[in-house]
């Protein structure tokens, strides 16, 4: 054990060294406060062997990765890779709200560790800025599975409380409802709300209508999101049959994310450009396909044209194709172009004779590209 890099509510983290594999990691300590009853303390300690086991099923780049679990001093330690980040929240305090084509890139790798989580039937139930870290390069990760829980489980501890950040915690949360996968849609939608506009989706009276189980208004639209704007209100909305689906989320993160950024643009007027971006991107596909298909057409009716002459030229006897070089060589020699010409010495027919030539020339050498086209295309 080398120093601490974190602390939470129940555990503090630490930078240490794994002696065998010889390499830096993270080690989770599980701190039990002096007054907890004994039934608190195996809670949480059921929490903590949760948390490991829940993570250690998950292997995704954006969730952090649990070597091992040491039971040490009577509770356990969790043994991670060290991931040497600041958490989002930490992030918000020291530059304020982040861009918003910042706050969708972080978006789209948050929401590939939920679906990676959801896949596996197990629901995050805390999605918040202090559970996302970011290090230098950018990788995003999402830390703290200790309130996780299998699809269907209840959102009450066995003593009957709410269990989960008040600022990030889903409406339905509060009914004492079942959890699933749009819980932790609503909880990334407001962390990244948070990010966008520097405070939460609800002030502290909304917090506390949440937890009343109060009827309750949809948050008001972020203000500073840009063309993120429809993304939050869709992972937001009050009735969980209402929210965007993970995919639709990350199809809408995805556009958001490659937006220029405009601070002063209106999340109407972002509305209004990527609706405007999307047609503009239909009506050059469109375009596109017309060409391919005029192409197509026009393929077709050379195929036609060509396949109408061969078969013309297969229909001729022998005697008839004799008869027709017969004729061209004539006519070649009429103009001069061969040794038995007769008006080699005229220079105006020569020239009448040179640019014919270079005009047959060129037709057949059209004729053997429009054959190469068609046949070999």
């Known amino acids: 054990m080398r120093e601490p890099i974190g602390r939470g509510g129940v555990g503090t983290v630490w930078r240490a060294t794994d002696l065998v594999l010889d390499r830096e990691v993270a080690v989770k300590e599980l701190r039990l406060p002096d007054d907890l009853t004994e039934d608190e303390r195996a809670a949480?300690?059921?929490?903590?062997?949760?948390?490991?086991?829940?993570?250690?099923?998950?292997?995704?780049?954006?969730?952090?990765?649990?070597?091992?679990?040491?039971?040490?001093?009577?509770?356990?330690?969790?043994?991670?890779?060290?991931?040497?980040?600041?958490?989002?929240?930490?992030?918000?305090?020291?530059?304020?709200?982040l861009p918003y084509p910042r706050v969708a890139e972080i978006g789209l790798q948050l929401i590939s560790a939920l679906k990676a989580a959801h896949d596996e039937g197990i629901v995050h139930r805390d999605v918040k800025p202090e559970n996302v870290m970011i290090s230098e390069n950018g990788r995003v990760v999402l830390t703290d599975f200790g309130l996780a829980a299998w699809t269907g489980e209840s959102a009450l501890s066995s003593s009957g409380r709410i269990i989960g950040s008040p600022s990030y915690l889903p409406p339905e949360r509060a009914k004492a409802g079942p959890v699933g996968p749009p819980s932790d849609l609503w909880s990334l939608g407001a962390t990244l709300y948070a990010a966008v506009e520097g405070h939460?989706?609800?002030?502290?009276?909304?917090?506390?209508?949440?937890?009343?189980?109060?009827?309750?208004?949809?948050?008001?639209?972020?203000?500073?999101?840009g063309p993120l704007a429809p993304v939050l209100a869709g992972l937001l909305k009050v009735n969980p049959d209402e929210r965007l689906t993970a995919e639709s989320a990350t199809a809408m993160l995805r556009i958001a994310s490659l937006a220029p950024?405009?601070?002063?643009?209106?999340?109407?007027?972002?509305?209004?450009?990527?609706?405007?971006?999307?047609?503009?991107?239909?009506?050059?596909?469109?375009?596109?396909?017309?060409?391919r298909a005029g192409a197509e057409v026009l393929r077709h009716n050379l195929h036609e044209q060509?396949?109408?002459?061969?078969d013309a030229l297969q229909?001729?006897?022998?005697?008839?194709?004799?008869?027709?070089?017969?004729?061209?060589?004539?006519?070649?020699?009429?103009?001069?172009?061969?040794?038995?010409?007769?008006?080699?010495?005229?220079?105006?027919?020569?020239?009448?004779?040179?640019?014919?030539?270079?005009?047959?020339?060129?037709?057949?050498?059209?004729?053997?590209?429009?054959?190469?086209?068609?046949?070999?295309?």
């Open 306 to 310: 060509v396949s109408q002459v061969s």
């Open 200 to 225: 939460p989706p609800y002030d502290r009276k909304g917090y506390i209508a949440i937890l009343r189980g109060d009827q309750l208004e949809e948050p008001a639209p972020a203000a500073n999101a």
């Open 44 to 97: 949480l300690l059921r929490r903590t062997t949760r948390e490991a086991r829940v993570a250690g099923r998950l292997s995704h780049p954006n969730v952090v990765t649990v070597l091992d679990v040491v039971n040490e001093d009577g509770r356990p330690w969790i043994v991670m890779e060290l991931v040497v980040a600041r958490t989002l929240a930490e992030i918000i305090d020291i530059a304020g709200p």
């Open 315 to 377: 229909r001729h006897r022998p005697e008839s194709v004799s008869a027709l070089l017969t004729s061209i060589r004539e006519s070649t020699n009429a103009l001069g172009l061969t040794s038995s010409g007769k008006h080699r010495s005229e220079p105006s027919r020569t020239k009448r004779a040179a640019v014919a030539a270079s005009a047959v020339c060129a037709l057949l050498l059209l004729l053997v590209v429009l054959w190469a086209l068609v046949f070999r295309g």
């Open 261 to 291: 950024w405009a601070p002063e643009t209106s999340p109407e007027t972002a509305a209004r450009s990527a609706e405007a971006v999307r047609r503009e991107g239909q009506e050059k596909l469109s375009a596109v396909d017309h060409f």
